[in-house]
C-alpha cells in the first residue's frame, strides 16, 4: 500500500501527516505500507519542514526534519494507491493534475474516513499558528484511514 499526503507547499500538514501515519503504521507493525508527502505548488522544494512543525511533532514523539519539500508529480497519480488532501483545494488542484478516472478515484480529503461525506479540511496552520489543531485533525484521520484501509486489505 503506497499512500501519498497532499497539501499545498509540503512544510506543514503534509509532513505532520506522513509523520503521523508513519508512527502508527510502526506501532501497529505494518511494514508493507510506504507514505510520502507533497505539495500542490513548488515554492518549498527541497525545503524542510516548517521549525513549528518540526516543533509540534517532537512534542508527539514524531521525528520529521528529514523530510524535504517536494511538489506532486503527474507519476504520483500512477504511482500511489491512495492520495489524501489536507483540504478542498488541495484537493480540486490535485484532480485537475489527473488524466484518468482511475487517478481522480485515488484523490480523497484526509478527513474522509473518519467524518465520511462531511468534507471536514484540516487548516493550513502556516498563518494561523495553530499547529496543534491541525495536528489533532492529522492524528484523528490518519487513526481512521489505518483503520479502515488497512481492515479491508
Same mark, same amino acid.
Given at each position: 500500500?503506497?499512500?501519498l499526503m497532499v497539501c499545498l507547499g509540503n512544510i506543514c500538514r503534509s509532513p505532520l501527516a506522513e509523520g503521523v501515519m508513519k508512527k502508527l503504521l510502526d506501532e501497529? *507493525?505494518?511494514v508493507d505500507w510506504e507514505v510520502d508527502s507533497a505539495g500542490i505548488g513548488n515554492w518549498h522544494n527541497g525545503d524542510v519542514p516548517d521549525p513549528r512543525a518540526i516543533a509540534i511533532a517532537k512534542r508527539h514523539g514524531i521525528d520529521i526534519t528529514g523530510q524535504r519539500a517536494r511538489q506532486i508529480s503527474r507519476a504520483d497519480f500512477d504511482s $500511489?494507491? %491512495?492520495? $489524501?488532501?489536507?483540504d478542498l483545494q488541495n484537493y480540486k488542484d490535485a484532480i485537475a493534475l489527473t488524466k *484518468?478516472?482511475?487517478?481522480?478515484s485515488r484523490i480523497h480529503l484526509l478527513m474522509d474516513y473518519a467524518h465520511p461525506d462531511?468534507?471536514?479540511e484540516v487548516p493550513d496552520p502556516y498563518y494561523s499558528n495553530l499547529f496543534?489543531?491541525?495536528y489533532q485533525l492529522i492524528l484523528e484521520g490518519c487513526q481512521?484511514?489505518?483503520f479502515n484501509v %488497512?481492515?479491508?486489505t
Open positions: 500500500m503506497k499512500i501497529s *507493525n505494518i $500511489f494507491d %491512495y492520495i $489524501f488532501t489536507m *484518468n478516472e482511475i487517478q481522480k462531511q468534507k471536514i496543534e489543531q491541525s481512521a484511514i489505518l %488497512y481492515k479491508s
